[in-house]
């Protein structure tokens, strides 16, 4: 057998036998540093399993001789952290939102969390950013319907918009006016038009001119004669560009005619005071608060 061996003549080193294409392969043996160090490897993951939880159980896994365990040291953690913020939370539990904004050592405490509460509970509709999209308002520009202040912003935080298990809730409902017959579809593209021309955008002008006197009798109770919006009453500016619905010509057709009305949870009961607060001034600093 051992006759059979071949040997390149080149390196002296016998192949495996194997060919392509007319090149052969040697034999070459592992390095020595690579053997020892694979058997460290092995040695090492025994020795691993022993102390530490490895080997996936039924309902759980093998724990170590050691007891470790990532989720203890993560609570260990997240108390440590707790203990070291507990003035600060205590300090924001007990100060208004507008006091907490004026302290600028609590201030930046409540925004840096407040921006993790934001992700947590937030981004979903808001987005990561805050800059919402249709049907989800933005929080950095300045268009507040309930008004931008840092108090304005943590009362519809702490109670929602709409939200049926809060009896403090902001409620406003605008009426159906085509559902509901109040006003026939010339009517409502007449004053939708009107409405386009509060905000700067192209309309037509007979339209829109029809459009101011059914505007008059319909909407200014709400929405202010010029369209600046009535905040007491939850009912938005007209008079800009920026749109929750949109501001095409159907689109406000469409919400005139028939609604759309937004809920947003309120927060207090699932959040708690404290991260409310936080959530507050976050949103008020991200720029578009008043």
Same mark, same amino acid.
């Given at each position: ?16 036998? &194997? ?57 260990? *953690? ?8 507990? *003035?600060?939370? @205590? ?34 509709? &808001? ?21 931008? =202040?840092? @108090? ?21 409902? !605008? ?47 709400? &929405? =202010? ?6 905040? @007491? ?17 159907? @689109?406000? !057709? ?6 759309? &009305? =937004?809920? !947003? ?26």
């Amino acid at each position: 057998m051992a006759d059979e061996r071949e040997i390149d003549p080149v390196t002296g080193v016998e192949t495996t036998g &194997h060919s392509w294409d007319g090149i052969k392969e040697l034999n070459n043996p592992m390095p020595r540093w690579w053997l020892w160090t694979f058997y460290a490897t092995i040695a090492f993951s025994l020795v691993y399993v022993v102390l530490y939880p490895a080997l996936p159980l039924i309902n759980s896994a093998t724990k170590g001789v050691l007891g470790w365990s990532s989720r203890a040291d993560l609570r260990a *953690d997240i108390a440590s952290a707790q203990a070291r913020n507990v *003035d600060r939370i @205590e300090a924001i539990k007990a100060s208004s939102v507008t006091d907490i904004a004026a302290d600028e050592n609590l201030r930046q405490f409540a925004i840096s969390a407040g921006n993790a509460a934001f992700k947590v509970n937030c981004v979903q509709c &808001h987005g990561s950013g805050a800059a919402g999209s249709a049907g989800y308002p933005n929080l950095n520009d300045d268009a507040w319907i309930w008004g931008g =202040g840092v @108090e304005d912003i943590y009362t519809t935080i702490l109670h929602g918009v709409r939200y049926g298990d809060d009896d403090e809730t902001r409620i406003s409902e !605008m009426p159906a006016f085509g559902r509901d017959e109040i006003l026939d579809r010339e009517q409502i593209a007449a004053v939708a038009a009107y409405v386009r021309k509060l905000s700067g955008q192209e309309a037509d002008a007979a339209a829109a001119a029809s459009g101011a006197t059914v505007y008059a009798d319909n909407c200014a109770a709400c &929405h =202010g004669e010029a369209g600046e919006g009535v905040r @007491e009453l939850g009912a938005p500016r007209l008079a800009d560009a920026l749109w929750l619905y949109g501001g095409s010509q159907s @689109e406000i !057709m469409a919400q005139v005619g028939t609604p759309q &009305h =937004g809920v !947003m949870p309120g927060w207090g009961g699932r959040l708690g005071e404290v991260t409310a607060k936080q959530l507050a001034v976050y949103v008020h600093s991200l720029g578009g608060g008043e």
